[in-house]
Structure formats: C-alpha cells, structure tokens
C-alpha cells in the first residue's frame, strides 16, 4: 500500500519516506490511505524525491581521555597479537581480545582505535576496527590524522 499525501511533494513509498513525510509535514490529516499507483506514475515521481544529502552514518570515535588513538594494522604475528602503526608514529605490539576476535576479523591495513597499556606504553589492546568504507569516510572527512592516512 502507498500512502500519498495532498501534497505533490508527499509521495511515499517506503518507510524511510514515511520518516522523510513526518520529518516535513507532520499533520496526519494529509494522508489518504489505500492509493494505488502504476509504474510510470512512480517512476516519475521518483526523480522528485532525489535528494542531495548523502548518507550519514554513526561511528565511534577514540576517546582521547581513555588513552585511545587511531592505528593501523601493520603485520599480523599470531597468537591474538599484532603490530600496530599507532597515530603517534610509533610501533606498538597490539593484543585482541577474545570479544573482537571472535566478532571481527583483522586484515593487515585495517584502521583500527586501539587503548595504550598505563603500565607498558610500547603495548596496546584493540578497542574496534573500521570497516573500509567506514575508514573512507572517516578520512574524507579528515578525522584521520596525517600520519596514518592511508584511506
């Protein structure tokens, strides 16, 4: 079912249109129910609806208090261990956990938020890993220091 509003602008199709709807027009008294429409009809009204904003997605930063930064996975040694290019230049022996080994696999060039050890700073535990296209966006965005830019 569609749910078309009195307004040209107000076609809805999916659920993230009905978001888009409430987001703009908010009166429920603008919706006729059980409207159907053909093809062509949506196919025109689809370049309406093309909008400019580009996908937002939500990620989790380093937390700068908590002793965490960005890195990036140099070589994989085994045993849960890895060396780590750490945003300060240095090289530092990483541990992964349990948790994130068992969740996500870590790839050689992975950007990952590592936390830096109190009692050893040249070892460190990692905290999460980007997935590529989370690393890109990061980078364009320039949240990515220089020296580990890679993405």
Not at 95 to 117: A, H, N, Q, T, V
């Amino acid at each position: 079912m569609i749910y078309v509003s009195i307004y040209p602008s107000c076609i809805l199709r999916t659920s993230t249109d009905i978001r888009r709807i409430f987001a703009h027009c908010a009166r429920p008294e603008c919706f006729k129910y059980g409207y159907t429409m053909n093809a062509t009809d949506i196919m025109a009204d689809n370049e309406q609806f093309e909008s400019s904003e580009e996908d937002v997605s939500r990620v989790r930063l380093p937390n700068i208090k908590e002793g965490e930064m960005f890195g990036i996975a140099d070589q994989l040694l085994g045993a849960s261990k890895i060396k780590v290019m750490c945003e300060d230049g240095v090289s530092r022996m990483g541990r992964i956990p349990g948790k994130i080994k068992k969740r996500m696999w870590i790839r050689e060039g992975d950007l990952l938020i590592i936390s830096l050890w109190d009692f050893q700073p040249d070892k460190c535990d990692v905290r999460f890993r980007y997935t590529k296209t989370q690393a890109v966006n990061l980078s364009k965005r320039g949240k990515v220091p220089k020296t580990i830019d890679v993405f």
